[in-house]
């Protein structure tokens, strides 16, 4: 699926914000994959730098371990509050009542009888899709990727929910390199630079004083 990308070279800086633009089938699950390296990396037709490291030449753990995705629809799954947000249990109490708290959600854990430990059901059916989206946010909190990507992560959510998602992650992913990834304009902002996609090619790389030239390019 990753021959949809064309001869793409992606070389990702440190403590960089891209906004990563794409039409309708423009290669976004392809890119995704590429960058988990979840297909064979012979069927790729390019290249992904992470600090001048080709992703290629790095094993799968320790690449994956650096990566941290808010999807759009949030992944959940049957357990407890804190098995969703320190699956591998790498983390203290303290911390993740901390990254909650990041999120406004420590409310939540503080009404319920079995704090930390409430049982959360299968795809989060038992929280609100604000809340739900929290828990994802709260979890990348904690894993402390230098990479963090967010597949359109309010598109289902409120107003306010959106802004404080958007609030966190310039607080507490400051010191990351961030991935949004959009499909549509007003999505796009705060970042450094935007990058849009088009039949699997680079139609556009530049910063966001250039926005005029980019929105050309969408309305084509």
């Known amino acids: 699926m990753c021959s949809v990308l064309q001869s793409v070279i992606i070389f990702l800086a440190k403590f960089v914000y891209y906004d990563l633009f794409f039409r309708l089938g423009a290669g976004k699950s392809s890119l995704l994959q590429a960058l988990f390296r979840l297909v064979d990396q012979s069927a790729i037709n ?11 030449y790095l094993s799968l753990d320790h690449l994956r371990s650096h990566l941290s995705v808010i999807p759009q629809v949030p992944i959940l799954f ?12 790498q983390f203290l109490d303290e911390e993740c009542l901390a990254a909650l708290e990041a999120v406004q959600l420590k409310q939540l854990v503080r009404n319920h009888p079995d704090g930390l430990h ?15 989206q929290l828990v994802c946010v709260a979890r990348a909190i904690l894993k402390r990727s230098h990479i963090l990507i967010i597949d359109e992560a309010t598109a289902n ?43 699997g090619e680079v139609a556009y790389f530049d910063v966001p004083n250039n926005i005029d030239l980019f929105q050309g390019y969408t309305q084509n």
């Open 78 to 89: 049957c357990g407890t509050l804190r098995y969703n947000i320190d699956p591998f249990e």
């Open 118 to 132: 409430l049982l959360v059901t299968e795809s989060g059916t038992n929280l609100s899709a604000g809340e739900r």
């Open 157 to 199: 959510v409120d107003h306010t929910t959106d802004r404080m998602i958007q609030e966190v992650i310039a607080d507490k992913f400051r010191d990351r390199t961030i991935l949004t990834i959009a499909h549509r304009l007003n999505t796009i902002a705060n970042s450094n630079r935007i990058l849009m996609l088009e039949q």
């Open 46 to 56: 390019g290249t992904i730098l992470i600090d001048d490291i080709d992703i290629g």
